[in-house]
Nanobody, 124 residues
Framework: QVQLVESGGGQVQAGGSLRLSCAAS????????MGWFRQAPGKEREFVAA????????LYADSVKGRFTVSRDVGKITAYLQMNVLKPEDTAVYYC?????????????????WGQGTQVTVSS
């Protein structure tokens, strides 16, 4: 079993920054791809960013490109999402997820493990 725990959420003013962390435990392997998703009130969960197992390839949603950066400790069990120039529309619960395949994807159905989420609130 794999457990993922997000941290680093909070409330920030528009234009500010936050750094989310995702710590894995249990039978987690450094070869898993990692993804970040978010769900705003009344909306479907959406893809934010993903990184492959050796941190060589990343994917971003168009809405966060140039503002968010996904990273990880290669071979280790922590992933990060650096969020800069935050906007009120970034307000959501942010989830990290792990995919046992070596390839990263934007498809949430491909991810095998999920964290419980951390709230990010951006005020205008």
């Amino acid at each position: 079993q794999v457990q993922l725990v997000e941290s680093g959420g909070g409330q920030v003013q528009a234009g500010g920054s936050l750094r989310l962390s995702c710590a894995a435990s249990g039978r987690f392997f450094g070869s898993y791809a990692m993804g970040w998703f978010r769900q705003a009130p009344g909306k479907e969960r959406e893809f934010v960013a993903a990184i492959d197992w050796n941190a060589r390839t990343t994917l971003y949603a168009d809405s966060v490109k140039g503002r968010f950066t996904v990273s990880r400790d290669v071979g280790k069990i922590t992933a990060y999402l650096q969020m800069n120039v935050l906007k009120p529309e970034d307000t959501a619960v942010y989830y990290c997820a792990a995919d046992r395949s070596l390839l990263i994807t934007t498809d949430e159905d491909r991810y095998d493990y999920w964290g419980q989420g951390t709230q990010v609130t951006v005020s205008s």
